[in-house]
């Protein structure tokens, strides 16, 4: 494991406080092209493995890219990605977004539209109330 690929010899001190959810927390690294999600709860843990699982195991979805690091492989580093809040009806948001849990969605540095909280226990297709796409991640 190479910790400085990704700057984690984590410098406390340099890291932007993003946000909180319910599982983990989530900090800027200093090159700003990269996050740290430090689980608060076991199941962080579990959603960042699963998370890591997801991105390798569906290279062509819309997801952030993402790879575990740290002690026994508990902390996730993620691409940065600038939140997109979509309108509950809006003709230009994609039908995948809402496979996501609370179209947790947005810009990535390539200006991308990709997902960047996808570890929590389903993608939920079956909260697609206004599609019948049968590819919902079109
Ligand atoms: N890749 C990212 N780039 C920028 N900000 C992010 C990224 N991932 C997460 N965040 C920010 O950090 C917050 C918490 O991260 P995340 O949603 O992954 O945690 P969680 O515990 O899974 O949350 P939830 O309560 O939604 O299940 C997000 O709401 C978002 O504001
Ligand atoms: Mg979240």
Redesign the pocket.
């Known amino acids: 494991m190479n910790w400085d690929d990704f700057e984690l010899n984590l410098n406390w001190d340099k890291l932007q406080l993003?946000?909180?959810?319910?599982?983990?927390?989530?900090y800027l690294l200093p090159s700003k092209r990269y996050?740290v999600?430090i689980p608060n709860a076991y199941l962080?843990v579990t959603?960042n493995q699963r998370e890591a699982r997801r991105y390798k195991e569906l290279p062509d979805k819309p997801l952030?890219r993402c790879r575990l690091v740290g002690p026994k492989n508990t902390l996730l580093v993620?691409?940065?990605?600038?939140?997109k809040h979509f309108r509950f009806i809006d003709e230009s948001k994609p039908a995948w977004v809402g496979c996501i849990?609370?179209d947790?969605v947005?810009y990535n540095l390539s200006g991308k539209l990709v997902a960047?909280?996808f570890?929590?226990n389903k993608l939920s297709f079956a909260k697609r109330p206004f599609t019948r796409d049968p590819d919902p991640w079109r």
Request: aromatic share 8%; net charge neutral.
């Open positions: 993003l946000g909180e959810g319910i599982s983990r927390i989530t996050v999600k962080g959603h952030a993620m691409e940065y990605v600038k939140p849990d609370r947790q947005g960047y909280d570890g929590q």
